[in-house]
T-cell receptor, first 113, second 111 residues
């Protein structure tokens, strides 16, 4: 069985640019969450989607947006990139919203220069 | 005060000994508690979760929860060098869908 798939694995962008990160959940999983992890810190919650509806939003600026598609895959979009957006972006999927079966993808390492 | 606090370490434990990792949380409304392991450069992987006061065992791992003291711990018995990693504590508050994470404790198992 394929796990949570994230693409791309690495990305280098310039300040002010826009980026789209993609996530495919485990087959049958309906919930996708996005986290940002800065080196040396724990992950910070960005968004959660369940059955294509936004269920939660973390304390991130409006430059961050996301959506979930009918096949439960998801995109995270970040506009007007700042140097501080450099981080590992993690996608996690679960069958439902109880978080007991939370599985992370391998992440997208975003570097903003 | 951070919502979820962990000692950053590193915590150094001899191979075969018991490693004890601790986590405190500030929100008394927290209901679910998770331990994740993260190897350097990799994504977190779930070790176990606990909801009720007391102990929960899974193989060499035991999670302990004390809601009155707002304290959750992870014990690793018979520690192996492959257990060397950063251990992250995460907490879910009530019906909120997000996890609140500690910064992690770096564990080093010395052969």
């Amino acid at each position: 069985d394929a796990g949570v798939t994230q693409s791309p694995t690495h990305l280098i962008k310039t300040r002010g640019q826009h980026v789209t990160l993609r996530c495919s959940p485990i087959s049958g999983h309906k919930s996708v969450s996005w986290y940002q992890q800065v080196l040396g810190q724990g992950p910070q919650f960005i968004f959660q989607y369940y059955e294509k509806e936004e269920r939660g939003r973390g304390n991130f600026p409006d430059r961050f947006s996301a959506r979930q598609f009918p096949n439960y895959s998801s995109e995270l979009n970040v506009n007007a990139l700042l140097l501080g957006d450099s981080a590992l972006y993690l996608c996690a999927s679960s069958f439902d919203d109880t978080l007991t079966g939370y599985t992370f993808g391998s992440g997208t390492r975003l570097t903003v220069v | 005060q951070k919502e979820v606090e962990q000692n950053s370490g590193p915590l150094s434990v001899p191979e075969g000994a018991i490693a004890s990792l601790n986590c405190t949380y500030s929100d008394r409304g927290s209901q679910s508690f998770f331990w994740y392991r993260q190897y350097s450069g990799k994504s977190p992987e779930l070790i176990m979760f606990i909801y009720s006061n007391g102990d929960k065992e899974d193989g060499r791992f035991t999670a302990q929860l004390n809601k009155a003291s707002q304290y959750v711990s992870l014990l690793i018995r018979d520690s192996q060098p492959s257990d060397s990693a950063t251990y992250l504590c995460a907490v879910r508050r009530g019906s909120n869908y997000q996890l609140i994470w500690g910064a992690g404790t770096k564990l080093i198992i010395k052969p």
